[in-house]
């Protein structure tokens, strides 16, 4: 497989492991599947990925756990995700912090750990706000601001929100 072959493998993998966590209702069969596309695309990144590549699919990794109901390895992944995207900033582009946040806000929340879900919320909408002369595009804010999966779950709503 050439280097452009994986990029796409890793991307097709990557996009459609949204088409199951996005399923009203799945099987335990696609439960499974979610899970190793998530996995299979950030093999793939870590490959021939940037280091920006490599910190989203640990995001989707974190995202299918949480999905799944699993908080110590949705949190095991958001932790690597703010690990890469701290030490690389400079790949990142601004909603990779606050998506870094959000993963470990929905951990938390999900592992019952609420005062440390709502730390990381506060610090994703900090991590969206405009600073030093730049505009945060609306993307980005919305993440954290508009996201009721995040701000359900860790500021009073219902935890059954974390799933959909």
């Not at 804010?141 to 974390?162: K, W």
């Amino acid at each position: 497989m050439t280097p452009d072959e994986q990029r796409a493998l890793a991307m097709q993998l990557y996009n459609t492991t949204w088409d199951l966590i996005d399923k009203p209702e799945r099987t335990r069969d696609e439960d499974d599947e979610l899970l190793h596309r998530a996995h299979a695309s950030r093999y793939h990144w870590g490959e021939v990925g940037t280091a920006a590549n490599r910190a989203r699919g640990e995001w989707i990794c974190s995202r299918v756990y949480t999905v799944l109901g699993r908080a110590e390895p949705a949190l095991h992944h958001a932790r690597r995700c703010l690990e890469l995207v701290e030490s690389h900033p400079a790949d990142m582009e601004e909603w990779d912090l606050p998506a870094a946040y959000e993963a470990l806000a929905r951990g938390h929340s999900l592992a019952g750990e609420l005062d440390e879900a709502r730390r990381y919320v506060d610090l994703g909408r900090q991590a969206t706000k405009p600073d030093r002369g730049r505009r945060r595009s609306r993307a980005a804010r919305g993440r954290f601001c508009d996201d009721p999966h995040v701000a359900g779950p860790v500021t009073g709503g219902a935890p059954s929100a974390l799933n959909a």
